[in-house]
């Protein structure tokens, strides 16, 4: 009798046990399709937000020249006088500021590039200790650093620095540039540094037990093997550099000059912009300039992502 009475209890007990095991894979597979659900609709969502800024910035950009208010010649040209009256006025030549930019920051990672690969490699290779525990959390104080607060630094020393040292006014390309150094070089100083600890510790030991010195492996394995990694730090910093607007609005002078003297004030795309967009009123030609050079500006970025892309497959390939 006592193991006829036991046969339901044992019954109910597998059946609730079973039931305690669904559960489980039960909320499982719903947590899976919320996160599926969760995940395509922040795809879809950054998707569509991307394609509508490039349509907005692209149509806003080129609706001036197929309207005929402005047209290329005059916006390729070196005449800035968006509101003079003169006999062909007004003039909209942006090639300064696009050469201003350009030189900025062609000039800014020539020096940076160096320094910041060097700074890499003697963190990495020669002093690992001292460059983990002291120049590593400097390096990234660095790039937290607002750029307004590098303008103001620029504006408190760099310019008066130039201004009693050459006699110029001090607000000039070279300004500019040192200014935008300093901002990118912690960027690619970081880029470099991940790049160079990502090869293998294996190349490095199979270097010295060929007989190869420290700076033979470094010049020789290291540089070559992680160029790629080193070159995507380089454009990544000029890409910052090409899209700063407010420290460098603040040391350059923004005068419509043409950017091939280091003393003379300058103005770049971004300075341009920012000082001028509030000031026009929407729908004028004036205005529409703006929307055309800010076009050039998303252009650009949209070639350094390209740039930083192939040098990415690059170093996979290698």
């Not at 919320?34 to 569509?48: F, N, P």
């Not at 047209?71 to 003169?86: D, I, V």
């Not at 650009?300 to 040098?311: C, G």
């Given at each position: 009798m006592e193991q006829v009475t036991n046969l339901p209890n044992k019954k109910l007990e597998e059946t609730s046990l079973a039931e305690e095991l669904r559960s489980p894979a039960k909320?499982?597979?719903?947590?899976?399709?919320?996160?599926?659900?969760?995940?395509?609709?922040?795809?879809?969502?950054?998707?569509?937000?991307l394609f509508s800024l490039l349509f907005f910035i692209t149509?806003?950009?080129?609706?001036?020249?197929?309207?005929g208010e402005i047209?290329?010649?005059?916006?390729?040209?070196?005449?800035?006088?968006?509101?003079?009256?003169?006999p062909g006025g007004p003039f909209f030549g942006s090639i300064n500021f696009i050469l201003g930019s350009l030189m900025v920051t062609l000039l800014s990672a020539l020096i940076s590039a160096p320094l910041g690969?060097?700074?890499?490699?003697?963190?990495?290779?020669i002093s690992p200790k001292f460059g983990r525990k002291i120049l590593q959390p400097a390096i990234e104080i660095l790039v937290g650093i607002p750029s307004v607060v590098y303008g103001f630094i620029g504006?408190?020393?760099?310019?008066?620095?130039?201004?009693n040292t050459t006699g110029s006014i001090g607000f000039s390309l070279l300004a500019g540039v040192i200014v935008l150094s300093v901002m990118i070089l912690p960027t690619i100083v970081s880029m470099s540094v991940d790049t160079i600890q990502s090869i293998p510790q294996s190349l490095r030991e199979g270097s010295y037990a060929l007989g190869a010195?420290?700076?033979?492996?470094?010049?020789?394995?290291?540089?070559r093997t992680s160029l790629p990694g080193l070159m995507t730090g380089v454009i990544l910093g000029m890409a910052r550099a090409f899209g700063e607007a407010l420290a460098v609005q603040m040391v350059i002078g923004n005068s419509p000059n043409l950017p091939f003297q280091l003393m003379k004030p300058i103005s770049t795309l971004t300075s341009v912009i920012t000082l001028n967009m509030g000031n026009t009123v929407q729908g004028t030609p004036y205005n529409s300039v703006l929307w055309s050079m800010a076009l050039i500006l998303l252009l650009?970025?949209?070639?350094?992502?390209?740039?930083?892309?192939?040098?990415t497959q690059r170093g996979k390939q290698g």
């Open positions: 909320k499982l597979i719903r947590i899976e399709q919320r996160g599926r659900i969760y995940t395509l609709l922040s795809a879809w969502i950054l998707i569509i937000t149509s806003k950009g080129i609706m001036p020249f197929i309207h047209t290329l010649q005059n916006f390729f040209s070196t005449h800035w006088g968006p509101t003079s009256a003169e690969i060097g700074a890499a490699i003697f963190m990495t290779e504006l408190t020393l760099i310019v008066p620095f130039i201004r010195t420290r700076w033979q492996t470094i010049s020789r394995l290291l540089v650009m970025t949209l070639f350094f992502i390209l740039l930083i892309r192939l040098m």
